[in-house]
């Protein structure tokens, strides 16, 4: 991308070479050398467990972060979760997506089958019969292929069939279409990739993969791939047996709750990805002792998950408003336009929030890589 036509505090937060000081706030900063040292560790994991990595771009939106994914991280493709989402992906050609949702409004079909009509291998989620018609009704029109992974209600109950019953019946149909293609079950409990406590977590996993091994087992002339799998409980999931394909997201960023989460201490090659996403923010006031405001609030990332934490000072971030954010500083450590750099609590929604990386490496700008599907919720 030719960046001459930007300019630095206007539409872009920076320039390549600048540094780090000089990055307009607040901005979102990716330290390139703890993302790559991420990446690289998937990659390991993967290659240590044989299982394929689908890693889930709705987390960053990203051309250049999916590229560098597939490139250099052992991904074979890419997960979505809006049509067009997906459409961004492909259009900038990576070739192999997973839309992890159930499409079911008529234009947004017409415009998913399009994408598979456009060399592209594209896939979606499904749990109803109705859905299923409209599918083939659409991919029949535009001479395309879907492949289709039935939902399997594994835990987290908001969409998906628990009733195998029902999964045969889907899978009836199926075999009657002549553009749509089975290929296997998402099976992804979100609900328990968040669990703090480490044991519980561990029996969440446990319980959510014995019903997916009845799933797998019950449907085993089927051959079915079984993806799914988040950050939060990857390596418990994964130690199962169950998984095919995970579709992990946060690992390249992670963020202030996946950080927190507890691993147990006595397993040695516990996998322990670092920040590398960051909020850069500038303490504009000191005025009120004991506390600094920074100029980032909500407007510049979601808290959904909890307030941001503190990563270059150790102090806490107590308090934010649309523009501002209050940090507790007792002892009146930060002056006027020190530069904080925060950990949002929740990465993907907090990088919808912004139109640009800043790619820093040993606080030099390297590159700047927007956030490419940016808004595209539809």
Known sequence: MNLEQFEVGYNIPAKIGM?????????????????????????????????????????????????????????????????????????????????????????????????????????CCVDSIENIINIQNSAFENNSIINVYIEYDCGAKRCGLDSFKEIQSLLDLIKTMSNIKFVGFQAYNGSIQHIEDF?????????????????????????????????????????????DEIQVGSYAFMDAHYSSLKKDSRVNNTINFKNALFILSNVMSTAVKKQAVVDAGLKSMSIDSGLPTVFNYDLHYVNCSDEHGVIEDLDNLLKVNDKV??????????????????????????????????????
């Open 19 to 123: 540094d780090i000081k000089d990055v307009q706030t607040p901005s979102l900063i990716i330290d390139f050398n703890t993302f790559e040292d991420n990446i690289l560790k998937m990659k390991e994991f993967i290659s240590n467990n044989n299982v394929k990595l689908r890693p889930h771009a709705k987390m960053h939106k990203s051309v250049d972060v999916a590229n560098y994914q597939i490139n250099f991280g052992g991904a074979h493709g890419i997960c979505c979760q809006k049509v067009s989402e997906a459409e961004v992906f492909a259009r900038s050609g990576i070739k192999d997506i997973l839309i992890t949702n159930q499409i079911t409004d008529i234009l947004k079909l017409q415009r998913l089958t399009k994408i598979a009509a456009n060399n592209c291998t594209l896939s």
């Open 199 to 243: 044991e519980l977590r561990k029996k969440n996993v446990q319980d959510t993969c014995e019903k997916i091994k009845s799933l797998k087992s019950n449907f085993k002339k089927y051959s079915p791939i079984i993806t799914g799998v988040g950050t939060g409980c990857f390596d418990l999931e994964v130690k199962e047996n169950v998984y």
């Open 341 to 378: 750099f925060l950990v949002p609590g929740h990465c993907d929604p907090t990088c919808n929030l912004h139109d640009w990386y800043v790619v820093i490496k040993d606080n030099v700008v390297q590159n700047l890589w927007p956030v490419s599907a940016r808004g595209f919720s539809y």
